[in-house]
């Protein structure tokens, strides 16, 4: 957009001098509008948005410096100076993201052609110039504020959108494929590191009966309780997955078998002491998994992660067991 409006500016400075009030021989007219394509060239390759908003406004510096000096000494300079000058920051008002650029863009174009005016204008044209002016720059805030709303609620559904592709909408942990990619990156930079890394399966016991007795919302409210301990009890690097209906996963990188089998006791414990269903406390079944080393994808330690909460589940429920197959 801003090599757009750079191209605009070269486009009104010709016409300006189209309109005949520049002093110098024909083949010097156009000289000034040499750099100006220079910079909006410069600001195609330019990258970053500051020094893209900086080169921007070097043209726009650059145009007002020849409006003033195409104008001095002509008062017939002044009639096409002043419109022309106060229309560009209405039709670069949109261009400018950052609120600094604008203002610093609405200041430059805005009070350009003011030297030139003061030296010369009479008092009507400098009055002209005032409301001009104020015209220009209300027009042009107007039309930034718009803008900016519309960039700032286009951001804010982007962020949404992202959001609940990521996260599930009910308990706030990892949606199942983010988890699973997510994990699946820890797992290969562990790998890499030669450092453990475990998994837990978690699925809540006798979950049916919340919803066959009290209705789906009651499982729901059980499940968001169920999230917010798990999270609680986890530390920062570790990740939460809802891998299924009532089914969670969590990676535990950086430790072994043993201490993931400690840090899940006490979840179970916490899910135990504090997570009420309506017909009593709530228990969770866990299986945990260690990763075999490289070559292992996080499905693979999922699968057996997931065989030894079968386990769990078919020896009694409320427990955690470890996979101890051999590698
Ligand atoms: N309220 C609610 N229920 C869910 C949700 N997702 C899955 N379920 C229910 O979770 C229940 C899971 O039941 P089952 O797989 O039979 O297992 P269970 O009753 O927990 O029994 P065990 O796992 O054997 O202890 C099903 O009734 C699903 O409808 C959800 O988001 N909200």
């Known amino acids: 957009m801003i090599p757009l409006s750079l191209l605009a500016t070269v486009t009104v400075y010709i016409t300006a001098v189209e309109a005949d009030a520049w002093t110098l021989p024909p083949v010097l007219r156009f000289a000034p509008a040499l750099p100006l394509l220079l910079l909006a060239l410069l ?4 990258k970053g948005p500051v020094s893209l908003s900086v080169v921007a406004l070097c043209a726009v510096l650059f145009t007002e410096v020849t409006i003033n000096f195409a104008g001095i000494g002509l008062t017939e300079g002044l009639t096409w100076a002043m419109p022309g000058s106060l229309l560009l920051p209405v039709v670069t008002s949109v261009f400018w993201p950052a609120r600094w650029s604008f203002l610093t ?3 430059l174009t805005a009070f350009g052609p003011l030297p030139m005016l003061l030296m010369q204008g009479s008092e009507l044209q400098q009055l002209q110039f005032a409301v001009y002016m104020s015209v220009a720059v209300t027009l042009s805030a107007m039309m930034h504020a718009v803008m900016e709303h519309t960039s700032r609620r286009q951001l804010q559904l982007e962020l949404q959108l992202r959001e609940q592709a990521t996260f599930d909408g009910l308990t706030g942990v990892l949606l199942r494929n983010r988890f699973l990619d997510a994990a699946q990156r820890v797992l290969e930079e562990h790998h890499a590191q030669r450092t453990p890394v475990c998994v837990a399966y978690l699925d809540a016991d006798r979950f049916k009966r919340i919803n066959d007795h009290y209705g789906h919302s009651a499982g729901d ?4 309780g169920l999230a917010d301990v798990l999270r609680a009890h986890v530390r920062a690097h570790d990740l939460i997955g809802r891998v299924g209906g009532e089914e969670f996963a969590i990676l535990l990188p950086d430790i072994d078998l043993a201490a993931a089998q400690y840090r899940m006791e006490t979840v179970r414990r916490a899910v135990r002491l504090m997570v009420q269903r309506p017909d009593g406390p709530m228990t969770i079944s866990i299986g945990i998994a260690q990763s075999r080393g490289p070559g292992e994808t996080i499905d693979a330690l999922l699968v057996r ?17 470890l996979d101890t197959t051999l590698s």
């Open 305 to 321: 992660a997931d065989q030894a909460m079968r386990q769990a589940k078919e020896t009694g429920r409320d427990r955690a067991v």
């Open 221 to 224: 409210a059980v499940l968001i």
């Open 43 to 46: 600001a195609g390759r330019t």
């Open 105 to 107: 863009a609405m200041a």
